[in-house]
């Protein structure tokens, strides 16, 4: 932490900056001040010093430590084209230390700004921090990786995926790891199925410019699902560092297939009509402010897949995102296969075991059946929960850290991000050549009627 670093946010004045980014980092700075930052925030037009310190200083709000106010009185803005040499000169030219680029911007942008950095001296040690999605498929992803560890060392290349950041993920390797109750049972012995689900209530909020082009498949389980998979299948790694941990998980996304090789019958895809949720009255995704209907955008999609280990094979995998759905429900269910045999004594209704990871506030619970305390042998069933908490950093605040400590642990790694579209390409293959129906449901509802049932909500 001794060594000075200079933080480029690049996109200074965007909405990521200014609701993610900026409160992250001044939370960091307050749970740990000794670390040396310089902030600089880099876009496109002219902005006083002034003003963008009037920016930091409410994104970091009333609660900031010493060591964050001061970041927020000393930094300053820089006006430059990152997609040009000249205004990559002026960044590089600005750096006191080690240099990190974030770039704050869209995918396109941070891949211009890349190609247009093999024309400039690039400081030692300068770390790269894009954000998903890395490449449109595989191949485009592996184009971008080449170009990428051209320019500097695959470690100090950080592809952010804020849901590695999550602390429900610290969770579940504590859980799994340190726990020789779970440890033993986490495979397809005992494993019938699992489902990785992040329904939201939230619709469209304004970002059509964005989501219509991506929908909830490449938006949500191409990505940030996936990468939760792989950290749920992963075998042990011989440590939680950065190589073993990304061999680890990088092995499980190498060995993930869609379910019987069949995108048809193994996904499903639909989109929102006019609902209400929590009182608001929300209109039909169709109809949202820059929407093209044409597209077929779905706003929820669910696929299954199978990890092709001797640890996982046979089990299936449920990846499922949508939104404009009630309940939210966040949350990593393991649910387990029957005991070999139950005495015929037992009476009462027998229910699976499910081990469930709830997102934020942090919430693990254990559904199993258990003695009702009427007749001697009748079973009811029981919820065994722990309260984790909700985490101590946001997200963000995780994956700076990484960054500015140069641990790439909580980064995806180039293959990994390769994998993710290679897995997905059969879907959305099927789904452009309009092969799988796009479903509709009403906003405010649980999703289509007729779709095979997950393991119910808690």
Known sequence: MAETTTLFICGATGDLTARLLLPALGQLLTLEPDREVRLVGVGRREMPDDDWRTIVRDAFGDDAGPTARSLADTTTYL?????????????????????????????????????????????????????????????????????????????????????????ILLDLFGVRFANRVFEPVWSAEHVESVVIRYDETLGLEGRAGYYDKSGALRDMLQSHLLELLAVVAMDPPAS??????????????????????????????????????????????????????????????????????????????????????????????????????????????????????RFGPDVMSLHIDVH??????????????????SGSVHAYAEVLSGILDGDATLAVRGDAAEQCWRIVAPIIDAWADEKVPLDDYPAGSDGPAGWPPLPAPD
């Not at 205004?87 to 704050?104: E, I, P, W």
């Not at 019958?265 to 093209?292: C, F």
Request: net charge negative.
């Open 79 to 167: 006006a430059a084209d990152i997609t040009a040499a000249d205004g990559l000169r002026t960044v590089f030219d600005a750096t006191q230390g080690r240099a990190v680029l974030y770039f704050a911007v869209p995918p396109a942008v941070a891949q211009t700004s890349c190609q247009a950095m093999r024309d400039v001296e690039i400081p030692d040690g300068t770390i790269l921090a894009p954000e998903k999605p890395f490449g449109t498929d595989e191949a485009s992803a592996r184009e971008f990786n080449e170009l990428l560890t051209a320019l500097v060392p695959e470690n100090q290349v950080f592809r952010v995926d804020h849901f590695l950041g999550q602390s």
């Open 240 to 357: 939680l560092g950065e190589r073993d941990l990304r061999d680890a998980t990088a092995a499980a996304l190498r060995a993930t297939h869609v379910w019987d090789d069949d995108p048809l019958t193994s996904s499903r895809r639909a989109r929102y009509t006019a609902g209400e949720i929590d009182g608001k009255r929300l209109p039909a995704y169709v109809d949202e402010d820059g929407v093209d209907p044409a597209r077929n955008t779905e706003t929820l999609a669910e696929a299954t897949f199978e990890v092709r280990t001797a640890r996982w094979q046979g089990v299936p995998f449920t990846l499922r995102s949508g939104k404009a759905l009630e309940p939210a429900v966040r949350e990593i269910a393991l649910t387990f296969r029957p005991v070999r045999h139950l005495p015929e004594q037992f009476s009462g209704q027998t229910t699976p075991d499910v081990l469930r990871f």
């Open 372 to 389: 009702n305390g009427t007749h001697p042998f009748e079973l009811k069933p029981a919820e065994l929960s722990a309260d984790l908490g």
